[in-house]
Structures are given as structure tokens and as C-alpha cells.
């Protein structure tokens, strides 16, 4: 059962420009992380978050940050762009509790020129 | 660093035939094993998972195979289908994180 929503599907942008991503978990769902996937690439986890707080971080350099709202929903924000953060960016949220399994949304399309 | 090895990279299959693939592992403190699909413009789907105190895992046609002592696991299709025509990743967590480190990926191609 997934319910993951991410906006917007597609985004073109220029080297040096910031980016803003969002993510609407599934209800009741308290953790979200974030993943990149790079074309032919399995999906890396840049971080999570766990009620409003980041509780992990993959091997991401800091211009990649995020936000948690108390509704759970997510931001993923990338600044100073570069040609190499073209790629799909995924969101999967999961209950935190009793369960290992997260649920992916759809992902939002990012090209940097 | 890539800690989870997938192979093989591409596989063309017969309908109704066996596809195999086959996923190695270096943390030792794994302790979760999915397999996800996804088809072109969509987000990875969990297809199954299995965790070490188990060899083996069957969901209709999906298997896992597991082996703690050689740090792998593989994914079994039976009577692989056309709509099987996918790709597939082996991922890996610890300790519930829910951070999962993925595979490379393995593009299924199923032939009618």
C-alpha cells in the first residue's frame, strides 16, 4: 500500500541555482527519507527524518538539507547546483514503528544545465 | 564505497521461464533484505524481504534465497510474464534505520 506524493514531477534548472523538493508522506507515516538515483544507478540515501528531526545522513555534502513538518510532510533542498544533481529524487516514508519497510513515491525529475 | 554487489547487470528471459538474481553483502550488521521493482518513471515498489534467521522466503512466484555464512541472497522469478519486464534492486539495512543501501540494479527483460 503506498501513498507517497512528491512535487513537482519534472524541474529543469541552471548550475549555481538552489532547488526545493516536497514530499507528502503516506498518513501516519513519522519517518521520511531521501534518496537520489542517478540514470542506470541504484538510489543513494542522502538523509532522514524522524519527527522533525534528521536522524541520519548518507555521504551528501551540506548544501543538501531538508525539513520535516509536524504533518510529517518533507522538503528536500538542494543549493548550488551542479550538472551531477541531475537525477531522480526519491521519497519514501514508513511508520517507524514495527516495520523495516518504507514506500517510495514516484520521484521528482531534476535536470541541472 | 559499494556495499552491496548485484548481478548480473541486464537478463533476457523466456516467458514462463526461471530468473535469477543474485545480490552480495560486506556489513555484517545487515539485518534486512529487500528486493524492490520499478518500472520506467516510477519510484522502486517492494516485492519482498527477509531477514537472516531465515534461508528462504516465498511470495507466489518470488523467492528469496539467503546465505549468512557467504554474505549473499538472490531473487527467484517463477514462471517469469512479460509484465515481469522490470528493474530490480537488492538493498540492505541495519538495525531498522530504514536506510537502505541499494544494489546497481539488474534490468529484466522477459521475453513473449
Known amino acids: 500500500e503506498t501513498g507517497v506524493t512528491q512535487s513537482p514531477t519534472h524541474l529543469i534548472k541552471t548550475r549555481g541555482q538552489q532547488v526545493t523538493l516536497r514530499c507528502s508522506s503516506q498518513?501516519?507515516?513519522?519517518?521520511v527519507s531521501w534518496y537520489q538515483q542517478a540514470l542506470g544507478q541504484g538510489p543513494q540515501f542522502i538523509f532522514q527524518?524522524?519527527?522533525?528531526?534528521?536522524?541520519g545522513r548518507g555521504n551528501f555534502p551540506p548544501r543538501f538539507s531538508g525539513l520535516q513538518f509536524p504533518n510529517y510532510s518533507s522538503e528536500l533542498n538542494v543549493n548550488a547546483l551542479e550538472l551531477d544533481d541531475s537525477a531522480l529524487y526519491l521519497c519514501a516514508s514508513s511508520p517507524g514503528t514495527f516495520t523495516d519497510t518504507q514506500y517510495f513515491g514516484p520521484g521528482t525529475r531534476l535536470t541541472v544545465l | 564505497q559499494q556495499q552491496v554487489k548485484q548481478s548480473p547487470q541486464s537478463l533476457i528471459v523466456q516467458k514462463g521461464g526461471i530468473s535469477i538474481i543474485n545480490c552480495a553483502y560486506e556489513?555484517?550488521?545487515?539485518?534486512?533484505f529487500p528486493w524492490y521493482q520499478q518500472f520506467p518513471g516510477k519510484g522502486p515498489a517492494l516485492l519482498i524481504a527477509?531477514?537472516?534467521?531465515?534461508s528462504e522466503k516465498k511470495e507466489g512466484r518470488f523467492t528469496i534465497s539467503f546465505n549468512k555464512s557467504a554474505k549473499q541472497f538472490s531473487l527467484h522469478i517463477m514462471d517469469s510474464q512479460p509484465g515481469d519486464s522490470a528493474t530490480y534492486f537488492c538493498?540492505?539495512?541495519?538495525?531498522?534505520?530504514?536506510?537502505?543501501?541499494f544494489g546497481s540494479g539488474t534490468q529484466l527483460t522477459v521475453l513473449p
Open positions: 556489513n555484517t550488521a545487515f539485518d534486512y
Open positions: 527477509i531477514r537472516p534467521d531465515v
Open positions: 498518513s501516519g507515516h513519522n519517518t
Open positions: 527524518y524522524y519527527r522533525e528531526e534528521e536522524n
Open positions: 538493498a540492505a539495512d541495519a538495525g531498522s534505520a530504514r536506510q537502505l543501501t
